[in-house]
């Protein structure tokens, strides 16, 4: 995106307030280049996503009055928002980990129902496992070692052990199998095989999870999310600007938010994740129930966090995580389809990956996902409510988006 003539004021705009609160649509959504993407910055993937979401949308930049980005430069996002040529009159910086974007998507879609803005920008980039593979960056992601941190870094407590932990808890106390963790795999493995986006599209087996290298018990290789580049971007407009929309609209008909504990020894409940708060207030807000949603896209940085988020939200009862994950029930075509796009255990995963749920959502109540892999209802018909789930740190904060079509 070019930058925008000199002088130009700060302000440019400054939203209308509407008499009554406007419904809003998600006008377009899209990818940058994803998986392995070595001669790119973290900022030309910003730039890359926003162009083709905005090209998606059929809109004009100068629509844009509202940005929220985090995870990259200094002043997030203001050094983004910068790159892109955008001065906004509102802004989103919320950092809490991989559930930033559905929480930034709440906050958008109050400001703009509110009248504080007319279209807001959601855009994220990550070149993570190119900085990797260049030795710009270590293997570990640490998140520091001071305030609550330090009673838990000494002791070499990493973030995949503390979710470790986590499913351990549950397996003891509710039964949970291995076999039945590892079925979370299989499945998104098998719902990435149709994706040509996806970085892993080979199917593995139950016993190739069981069997891969240890990486943290109960946790072998394949339970753990991939390491990726990518970025992408969702625009969210007001009622209003949807006739000029190059696509159908995608209402956002509910969200909630929610956080639960930094230290391990604050959490009251290692087998319930702060999903079970947000969602509950999302399907309030939205006036739906867990048994109308037609697909669901969770974060999925490991294996039980896809188990233990389809609880909370609802889908099954307490302990009954590992019996519903059997059988098929997340694939494409099974009983509630999750994470058709692969999810962050097979198709990408660049960091804080909450965004790329609400696009995948967004997609698939479009009818875009393409005739190998488009959810489709019972009836043959388009799939009319999706809810994308975004997880923080470990289980330390949660945001829920529904999503509808019509």
Not at 63 to 76: C, K, M, P, R
Request: charged letters at 20%; a neutral charge.
């Amino acid at each position: 995106m070019p930058s925008v003539t000199p002088g130009t004021p700060a302000v440019t705009r400054i939203p209308r307030l509407p008499s009554a609160r406007r419904r809003v649509a998600v006008a377009g959504v899209a990818l940058s280049d994803c998986g392995r993407v070595d001669e790119a910055t973290p900022y030309a993937l910003h730039a890359q996503a926003a162009r083709r979401a905005l090209a998606d949308s059929g809109l004009d930049r100068s629509v844009i009055d509202g940005f929220a980005s985090a995870g990259l430069g200094t002043l997030a996002p203001i050094e983004v928002a910068e790159y892109l040529g955008l001065r906004p009159t509102w802004v989103d910086s919320t950092s809490v980990g991989g559930a930033t974007w559905e929480v930034m998507a709440a906050h958008a879609a109050e400001a703009i129902a509110a009248g504080q803005a007319n279209a807001v920008l959601l855009v994220y980039g990550s070149t993570a496992r190119a900085d990797l593979k260049a030795r710009r960056r270590t293997a570990n992601l640490s998140f520091g070692a001071r305030g609550p941190l330090q009673f838990e870094v000494p002791y070499g407590h990493t973030l995949v052990a503390k979710y470790a932990m986590a499913a351990r808890r549950h397996m003891h106390r509710y039964g949970t199998t291995l076999e039945q963790l590892a079925q979370v795999a299989v499945q998104a493995r098998a719902n990435a095989a149709a994706n040509p986006e996806a970085l892993y599209r080979d199917p593995i087996t139950v016993d190739d999870v069981l069997t891969g290298p240890m990486i943290a018990d109960p946790f072998t290789k394949l339970h753990c999310c991939i390491r990726s580049d990518g970025g992408c971007a969702v625009l969210l407009v007001a009622e209003d600007r949807v006739p000029d929309l190059a696509v159908p609209p995608v209402w956002v008909l509910g969200s909630g938010t929610a956080v639960s504990h930094t230290s391990l020894s604050e959490w009251d409940d290692f087998t319930v994740s702060p999903a079970a708060v947000s969602g509950r207030l999302a399907f309030e807000r939205a006036g739906v129930r867990p048994d109308e949603i037609d697909l669901a896209e969770l974060y999925d940085a490991f294996t039980y966090m896809t188990l233990v988020t389809l609880e909370d939200l609802g889908f099954c009862a307490k302990g009954e995580g590992g019996a519903f994950v059997e059988k098929g029930r997340l694939l494409r075509d099974g009983a509630l389809p999750v994470n058709t796009d692969g999810g962050g255990l097979a198709a990408c995963h660049p960091g804080m990956r909450g965004l790329f749920l609400l696009v995948e959502a967004v997609r698939q109540l479009r009818g875009e996902a393409g005739p190998d892999r488009q959810v489709r209802t019972a009836g043959g018909g388009l799939p009319q409510l999706a809810v994308a789930s975004g997880t923080g740190g470990w289980f330390c904060s949660s945001g829920t988006v529904v999503l509808g079509r019509g």
